[in-house]
Nanobody, 126 residues
Framework: QVQLVESGGGLVQAGGSLRLSCAAS????????MGWFRQAPGKEREFVAA???????RYLDSVKGRFTISRDNDKNTVYLQMNSLKPEDAAVYYC????????????????????WGQGTQVTVSS
């Protein structure tokens, strides 16, 4: 049974930083591209960042230069370092595993991910 468990969310002032973690189990983690998505109240879930098996990354334009996705395959964990946070970054953040093991590319399409965590809340005060 695949499980993805996010942690690290919380309340932070604008301009502050948070580091999200997502621990995976039940799958051969290193074989899967991984992604982070977020969903704010009343909005659709949107792509934030993704990382390939080999460490190639892709970001939502509005977070480029502020967020960094990384992975530690020995620890079966993917991270999202978030710096210079803005109120508009507030959302529930979800990690997800691509439905295609061994895929080389990474993608932003939510339909490409079929394993999801429960989410972690990020609140940014202005």
């Amino acid at each position: 049974q695949v499980q993805l468990v996010e942690s690290g969310g919380g309340l932070v002032q604008a301009g502050g930083s948070l580091r999200l973690s997502c621990a995976a189990s039940g799958l051969t983690f290193g074989n899967y591209p991984m992604g982070w998505f977020r969903q704010a109240p009343g909005k659709e879930r949107e792509f934030v960042a993704a990382i390939s098996r080999g460490g190639i990354t892709r970001y939502l334009d509005s977070v480029k230069g502020r967020f960094t996705i990384s992975r530690d395959n020995d620890k079966n964990t993917v991270y999202l370092q978030m710096n210079s946070l803005k109120p508009e970054d507030a959302a529930v953040y979800y990690c997800a595993a691509d439905r295609r093991p061994y895929a080389i590319d990474i993608r932003a399409d939510i339909r490409g991910y079929n394993y999801w965590g429960q989410g972690t809340q990020v609140t940014v005060s202005s």
